[in-house]
Nanobody, 124 residues
Framework: QVQLVESGGGLVQPGGSLRLSCAASGSIFSIKRMGWYRQAPGKERELVASITGGGNTNYADSLKGRFTISRDNAINTMYLQMNSLKPEDTAVYYC??????????????????WGQGTLVTVSS
């Protein structure tokens, strides 16, 4: 069974930093696009950043310069380095990925998976 597991959330003071990780596990053929999303209380889930298998990145305009997305394809793990955190960054952060799995007939199909989320709280 393929799954995504986030880690690294917690409580941080304004101006601080956190690094989130998202590890994909299971019988994985390949991983295409990966992304981080967040959902603040009372708000809709929004894209934070995404990264392709080749390393091309895309960021929410409001977060450029403070957040950095990266991935290590060798260990199927994605990261989000968050600097200069603000109270408005408080949210549950979710990872998302398009993961290829090989079926019994050897064909590959891609699944869109979500992690369970990790809470980031920015507060003094």
């Amino acid at each position: 069974q393929v799954q995504l597991v986030e880690s690294g959330g917690g409580l941080v003071q304004p101006g601080g930093s956190l690094r989130l990780s998202c590890a994909a596990s299971g019988s994985i053929f390949s991983i295409k696009r990966m992304g981080w999303y967040r959902q603040a209380p009372g708000k809709e889930r929004e894209l934070v950043a995404s990264i392709t298998g080749g390393g091309n990145t895309n960021y929410a305009d409001s977060l450029k310069g403070r957040f950095t997305i990266s991935r290590d394809n060798a260990i199927n793990t994605m990261y989000l380095q968050m600097n200069s955190l603000k109270p408005e960054d408080t949210a549950v952060y979710y990872c998302n990925a398009e993961i290829g799995v090989r079926d019994s007939d050897a064909t590959v199909r891609y699944l869109e998976l979500w992690g369970q989320g990790t809470l980031v709280t920015v507060s003094s």
